[in-house]
């Protein structure tokens, strides 16, 4: 009768089991891969019709903030740029009945400034409305022609207000540091103030 053989038993020691997470997982997971035609060219195009519509918008904004700026710029320099001739025209003396600005001259003898109205000191101009006679009336207009040519000669200074002898508030005025009521009196447009010489002869 045959033994069987029994090889000797073998003692193994064994590790303590490894955590899950120090485990080597079984179960492979191969990378998917990603057709990058097919997923990121729609975003692509979606992403450069945004940019373009963004950017048309920029542009008709830019084009329209150009123009308005335009307008403004012309505008203001419409408005405020300096014209020297009508600076001048409105300092100018002229006839009150159809005055430009704010200095004109009413008579032979009166003027505004700057909207005020002026007696001069000094002289007597013949009438024009009051005129009492057509003598005195024609004076009165080549008398008023003359100080409108007479003012705008030069500087002109207009002296403080004092009251002359029949009671009147009156000014001294200078042209070029003249006196204009000498001068319209050296022209014979004008007497002397308290003279009571009559126009009408």
Known sequence: MSKHWK????????AAPASPAARPSRIRRAPVPINSNVVAAPRRRANS??????LGIAGVLAFAAAIAAGIVAISTFTVS???PTADARAL???QCYN?????????GGTIYVSGERIDIAGLEAPGITDARC???HDRGVEAATQLALLLNGGPLTVGPRVRDQSGRIVRKVEVRG?????????????HEAGSGLSWCH
Do not use: W
């Open 7 to 14: 090889p000797g038993k073998q003692t193994v020691e064994l």
């Open 49 to 54: 019709r945004e940019r373009d519509l963004y």
């Open 81 to 83: 740029h300096d014209d």
């Open 92 to 94: 100018e003396f002229s």
């Open 99 to 107: 005055a430009q600005g704010p200095n004109c001259v009413l008579d």
């Open 134 to 136: 057509d003598s005195e």
């Open 178 to 190: 003249r006196d204009v009521a000498l001068t319209m009196i050296g022209r014979d447009v004008a």
